[in-house]
């Protein structure tokens, strides 16, 4: 069953208030369920999403993650209801009912013969975070400002516009409108949220003798993303895993690291970490050059003074050079010079 936007019904306080003071058996359902949701999630655990009452189960939740008001629990609550709609849509063999999905969200997409159609903004908007040449605009037929995709390729665009539509309609959301909508539900609402900050605080890590004060522009950035909940395009995880060995920290520190990213999931990252610093592969990987991030649009070098020498081609000659740069001016050195 796919989740439609119903952004008029959802978002309306009211309808909030008619699951907590309903007295039905499918209201109370959708209550337990969505209460369920957050606290596994809340806890690290993966949470059993079911197709029972799926839809207003989703709304709900989102409404007790805004009163919680946590950027990282709220992303990776998104992203395992992104996922399960994803790999029910993935199964989907009929081509009708996967428009109808598609179309339920509001991505602009037609069926075709044995592909579909969908218009080139679309395409656009949603294939930037994906990668292979699949998903760029030159190896599709374009025809009447519209692109022909196969249904594997409309699934991942789907997947894209699912995320940016549930943060948009959680940002939407009031937050003294919600605290007001949950009254009933406040202490559990504190309590998820206590428990989840804990559980934060116990995971932090320290960079210890790593000095992120020199770190690039793009490698702090991918950082804050993941702090804040957001998902990186699987280049710009390459390049921060690849980064942060080269540049002192073991594969269990990065790996730590990770957990604070919204879709972390142990058994995968431990894997290719281990991969990509080389304990599985054999092969100690770099972080890609510059242009190599420019071209995939995972470069934040912004106003830097360096970053924008063109000289500058790495991210690991920044952190080198500021490095060194640190290195002279301690007294000892200067004391040397003189």
């Known amino acids: 069953m796919p989740i439609n936007f119903n952004t008029n019904k959802y978002g ?57 008001d946590e950027s990282t629990l709220s992303s990776r609550f998104i992203n395992e209801m992104r996922d399960y709609v994803v790999r029910e849509a993935e199964r989907e063999r009929d081509p009708d009912a996967i428009e ?19 218009y080139f903004v679309d395409f656009i908007r949603y294939s930037k975070k ?13 025809s009447g400002g519209r692109v022909e995709v196969e249904s594997k390729i409309l699934v991942n665009l789907y997947r894209e516009r699912f995320v940016e539509s549930a943060f948009n309609f959680l940002g939407s959301i009031s937050k003294p409108n ?9 202490e559990f609402i504190s309590s998820v949220k206590q428990d989840y900050l804990n559980r934060r605080k116990k995971e932090a890590v320290d960079l210890g003798s790593v000095d992120s004060s020199k770190f690039p522009p793009c490698i702090s950035e991918y950082l804050k993303l993941m702090r804040e909940g957001v998902n990186l395009p699987q280049m710009a995880r390459f390049t921060l895993v690849s980064f942060l060995h080269k540049v ?26 281990n991969h990509i610093t080389g304990q599985i592969s054999g092969t100690v990987y770099s972080p890609p050059k510059c ?44 004391a040397e010079k003189k």
């Open 178 to 186: 919600a605290l007001d909508a949950m009254t009933e539900l406040g």
């Open 12 to 68: 309306d306080p009211r309808w909030v208030d008619s699951v907590l003071t309903g007295y039905t058996q499918d209201q109370y359902e959708i209550q337990k369920y969505a209460t369920d949701l957050v606290s596994d999630t809340a806890e690290g655990s993966r949470p059993n999403i079911t197709e029972r009452h799926l839809e207003e189960t989703f709304f709900f939740c989102m409404w007790m993650l805004r009163c919680i």
């Open 291 to 334: 242009a190599v991030l420019l071209s995939n649009h995972i470069c934040f070098k912004g106003e830097d003074p360096l970053c924008n020498q063109e000289w500058l081609k790495h991210p690991l000659r920044y952190y080198q050079i500021k490095k060194m740069r640190d290195i002279k001016n301690t007294p000892k050195a200067s």
């Open 248 to 273: 002192g920290m073991s594969s269990t520190e990065v790996i730590a690291l990770f957990r604070s990213a919204p879709d972390f999931n142990e058994k995968i990252t431990t894997y290719q970490v």
């Open 130 to 142: 994906l990668t292979g040449n699949a998903y760029r605009l030159v190896f599709h037929p374009l």
């Open 100 to 118: 109808a999905m598609v179309q339920g969200i509001g991505l602009d997409a037609i069926r075709l013969k044995d592909t579909f159609s969908v």
